[in-house]
């Protein structure tokens, strides 16, 4: 698969290293195009048939002053020759394009990992904008990494010369060079960046030489031994993977289309209604291209009025969807009671980020679990889902709608910044197969009552304006539990109230049985998760296995209402550990709802768990 | 089975439902429904494509009134819930009932937006004056000085025109009534309904419990004559006495004087037409107040231009014409994709 195998490698070069796994942090300026060489990096590596996660990272301001440590922004991929699980604990190999990037990344970067730097960028300027008063190359700041001094602004200028572009487009090229040498670290391909490169310069061709040219040269340069001798290159193997036809998604997408494929398999139209708001807005913009599939997007002026319009267009017999973040969602809420009283479908996306307030707009966090399942006036019942991983986010989307227009519910769709922007491959399904889940509206006059239900599900029919002979009012007010009519009624009130929180249980019974992910179904530690801590759970578990330590994983989809055997489940385990990136959501709600002694393992700074953090819990718990 | 209500058979009973109104004995909102549910057989709309969608308040109770569709929401923001309605079904024949606390305090954002965007839909503003609902606060539009609950001495804010309000906002059609003018209201919900794009008609209406008499300065019997100006497009701007008088702009400046034809040398050529297309026109009618002069009632503004509806369909439409409808497969397989094999 290495089209360097067989390279000219000069006398003293290392052989090649095979390597199970590799992380990689590409790190530069927001202007350095990080993203670009990390997306183009992902495809290449997906191309050679490994397994992979990523995770973008990045900056919290629009345009950061350039060289600074605030306008730094980051990509890392963790890719290889088995099933890879998160984006990776801390990277092998650091790239980092300017001294800002190096300032802000190395504390991350593995013990002994290798680190390459542009020294071109490392001017007197640059290191005062970082932060550095002195040159970290010479302080000593590099000692325990192995450091490898290249300077690539200067070698990518020479690299483009024959293109004769700006000396500020020249520099440009500075990604491309340094993938081009990543991608000879790795024995890659060039040829689909090179094409893609072609295609999104078709218009402009010396650019798509220049660039070409950069990652080339960079190519040679690791090819050609000018790389210090001891780093020979790694080689990879293939990993094991599922056969089909395969491409990357980020969760955006992902949720994007499972909400398209889902609304096409209830027979409906979607309306989103949504209102710009870090880091959900990357739904609105892919749905928004997506009219031919009779998507209709609107951009409300407000969160109030986003989740207001879907729920009017969920009135009028199309899907309404709105999303948010917490922030967001918080303003959402009265319409989303309503949505429960007048009992129509609705499917609110929540991308959880880093809270309270504005919090940390730009970092993850799962802390919007009380406040979806319990954040509303009254009793207030709906159905909450929570996607694990971007792909995930396709059938969790396709879940949503089933259950809100099934159940005539709102729908709380939890995911977060870290799954809305990571990508990883995903196995693409074919949309012949998939289980049509058709909608009824109520046509018949005869018997109608708008509240009158069905008694298995409990869900009230759904009779849409323009339907002749179903003219009725719905409002929030009490209603009677058949008419529909304003009622004050006590008992009438207490009746609804008992039959809306039924229903939403009732779902418990129409959801598959919680399942263990790893480890066996009994014994003496389960960690349970859920959302985008599948990742590192999973991986920490499935490592300790390996080591002989008897630990499982439990991960939920549902979380209101929760799975009917999940309480037994737990029972079977002697320590039950719940694992998020809260204050301890979902250990409060198991503990009420079970009795259970739930323990919390915890972590709000913003970031994913690391695998070793979740190993090391498992570790104190089993040597206890 | 389906049954078709057929339209000629219709009578405004037919628009009345079964549910006790519960407004206050006198209110103003009787003389408002009684005016809608009389224009109703007269749209030529089947009524199970009429939706009447509300906020809260006293007004906002009227879809419970209404044998069509109905979505009595929440405070303020009917219409947001109204844009959804015309946005999954744009053949629906929307229409907001709002008051001046819902529409133009807790919703005023929403009102603004759905002006501006020009969503085809019918908004009909009963002005009272007062919070009745919650028991007669001062509202947006209570005059200062307005002595309420929560203002023992006096309201100190600056109160907002509704109507000024709207054509601000860029509303396309502007027009006013009176709660118990029968006579008018209902020609004003047909022309509001015959006008592509969002359709404001501002209602003064009379809250017999907490703000009584209000408006009787131009409203009374007596007064009507000298107080009201009932514009149409195209006529001479006059009222009075057998429209003894009328409205010119004042010579030398951007303003509106009240003249007599026939004294001080003015002729009836000096007596403005109404022009309803005229924003500027509008916007000095809108600004009349009483005592000085009439207030303006009829059509202000109606210049229409393409609803946002109507944009919202026309791209989905060549969207569609670009590509194939619903092939999941095609998306799904979009963009760069790789096959493993065994
Ligand atoms: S409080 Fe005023 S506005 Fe409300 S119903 Fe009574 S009279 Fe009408």
Redesign the pocket.
């Known amino acids: 698969m290495s089209e360097t195998a067989s390279a000219k490698a000069a006398p003293a070069r290392a052989p090649r290293q095979e390597l199970e796994t590799a992380v990689v942090r590409f790190a530069g300026d927001s202007g350095d195009g990080m993203q670009l060489t990390g997306g183009q990096f992902t495809l290449t590596t997906a191309l050679a048939a490994n397994d992979l996660a990523t995770f973008p990272d990045f900056p919290a301001e629009i345009r950061a002053p350039a060289g600074t440590t605030y306008g730094v922004s980051a990509f890392q991929i963790n890719f290889g020759g088995r099933r890879i699980k998160t984006a990776g604990d801390a990277p092998d190999v650091l790239v980092a394009m300017n001294p800002a990037a190096l300032k802000v990344n190395l504390k991350d970067i593995k013990e002994g990992g290798l680190v390459i730097l542009d020294t071109g960028s490392f001017t007197e300027r640059n290191l005062q904008k970082a932060g550095y008063e002195k040159d970290p190359i010479e302080d000593g700041t590099l000692d325990g990494y192995r450091a490898v001094k290249i300077d690539i602004s200067k070698l990518t200028l020479e690299a483009v010369k024959a293109q004769e572009l700006s000396k500020k487009d020249a520099l440009r090229c500075k990604n491309l060079w340094t993938l081009g040498l990543i991608y000879w670290m790795y024995g890659r391909k060039r040829a689909a960046t090179k094409a893609w490169l072609e295609k999104k310069f078709a218009k402009r061709p010396e650019l798509a030489q220049a660039n070409i040219a950069a990652m080339d040269a960079g190519h040679a340069f690791g090819e050609t031994a000018e790389m210090p001798a001891e780093i020979g290159g790694f080689t990879i193997q293939e990993a094991d993977i599922q056969p089909g036809l395969y491409r990357t998604v980020t969760g955006s997408e992902a949720l994007a289309w499972g909400l398209v494929a889902g609304t096409e398999l209830a027979g409906l139209k979607m309306t989103f209604a949504s209102y710009p708001i870090t880091p959900a807005s990357g739904l609105l913009h892919t749905l928004a291209r997506l009219k031919s599939f009779g998507v209709v997007t609107f951009q409300a002026e407000d969160e109030i009025a986003a989740v207001c319009a879907a729920i009017g267009a969920s009135y009028a017999g199309t899907l309404g969807v709105t999303s948010s973040s917490g922030p967001g969602l918080a303003l959402k809420m009265e319409a989303i009671g309503l949505g429960i009283s007048v009992e129509l479908p609705l499917v609110i996306v929540n991308s959880q980020r880093a809270g309270p307030s504005t919090g940390l707009p730009t970092k993850t966090e799962q802390s919007d679990l009380f406040q979806a399942v319990w954040g509303r006036n009254a009793d207030s019942p709906l159905a909450v889902i929570a996607s694990r991983s971007p792909s995930d986010c396709f059938d969790a989307a396709i879940e949503a709608v089933r259950i809100a227009t099934k159940y005539m519910t709102p729908v709380i769709l939890l995911t977060d910044g870290y799954i809305a922007n990571a990508s990883e491959p995903w196995r693409i399904p074919d949309a012949n197969n998939f289980t049509p889940m058709p909608v009824t509206f109520r046509t018949d006059p005869e018997g109608f009552k708008p509240f009158l239900r069905d008694p298995k599900t409990l869900a009230r029919p759904w009779a849409v304006p323009g339907t002749p002979g179903l003219e009725h009012r719905i409002g929030g007010i009490e209603k009677d539990h058949e008419s529909g009519h304003i009622s004050y009624d006590p008992a009438n009130h207490q009746k609804m109230t008992a039959t809306r929180a039924a229903k939403i249980q009732g779902i418990a019974n129409d959801i598959p049985a919680q399942t263990v992910e790893l480890g066996p179904s009994k014994g003496r530690l389960a960690i349970v998760g859920w959302g985008s801590t599948y990742g590192p759970i999973d991986r920490a578990v499935a490592n300790l296995l390996e080591e002989g330590l008897e630990v499982s994983h439990i991960h939920l989809r549902h979380i209101w209402p929760l799975p009917a055997n999940l309480k037994s489940l737990l029972e079977g385990f002697d320590q039950v550990l719940v694992a998020e990136m809260n204050n301890g959501q979902l250990s409060t709600l198991l503990r009420s709802q079970y009795l259970l002694p739930i323990e919390g393992l915890n972590k709000v700074s913003g970031q994913p768990f690391k695998i070793a953090e979740i190993e090391a819990a498992i570790h104190a718990r089993l040597e206890k | 089975m389906n049954v078709t209500t057929p339209l000629e058979k219709l009578t405004p009973k037919d628009f009345a439902t079964d549910q006790e109104v ?8 009787y003389a408002i429904l009684k005016a809608v549910q009389k224009t109703m057989p007269e749209l030529d709309v089947p009524r199970e494509n009429i939706v009447f969608v509300s906020g809260i ?3 906002s ?1 009227f879809p419970y009134y209404m044998a069509t569709y109905g979505f009595h929401t929440i405070h303020g923001r009917a219409p947001a819930f109204a844009t959804g309605v015309k946005l999954a079904n744009p053949d629906l024949s929307v229409w907001i009932v709002t ?1 001046d606390g819902d529409g133009l305090s807790i919703g005023g954002n929403h009102l603004l937006h759905i002006l501006r965007r020009n969503v085809d839909v019918q908004i009909l503003l ?1 002005n ?1 004056e ?1 919070y ?2 919650t ?2 606060q001062y509202s947006p539009t209570s005059r200062l000085g307005t002595r309420s609950p929560s203002t023992p001495t006096g309201s100190i804010d600056n109160p907002l025109s509704p109507t000024e309000f709207a054509l601000g906002a860029g509303a396309r059609f502007v027009a006013r009534g009176i709660d118990t003018q029968q006579k008018y209201l209902p020609d004003l919900f047909k022309r509001a309904h015959a006008h592509a794009g969002a359709s404001f008609v501002e209602i003064f ?8 008499g209000v408006f009787t300065e131009f409203t009374d019997k007596a007064a009507a004559e000298d107080h009201q100006i009932h514009v149409e497009h195209g006529k001479p701007l006059r009222f009075g006495k057998d429209g003894a008088k009328g409205l010119r702009v004042k010579p030398g400046s951007f303003d509106l004087e009240i003249v007599t034809p026939s004294e001080n040398g003015v002729t009836d050529a000096d007596i403005l037409l109404h022009d309803e297309t005229s924003h500027t026109l509008a916007n000095l009618l809108a600004a009349m107040q009483p005592p000085h002069f009439p207030m303006a009632i009829g059509v202000l503004y109606c210049n229409p231009i393409e609803s946002y509806t109507a944009r919202i369909s026309q791209q989905i439409e060549e969207a569609k014409a670009k590509a194939p409808l619903g092939d999941l497969n095609a998306l799904l397989q979009s963009g760069h994709t790789w096959r493993v094999s065994d």
Do not use: A, E, H, M
Request: glycine fraction near 22%; proline fraction near 4%.
């Open positions: 519960r407004w206050c004995p006198g209110c103003g909102d308040g006293c007004s109770r008051g009963f009272n007062i009745g609902l028991k007669g209406q009379n809250c017999i419990v907490y703000n009584d």
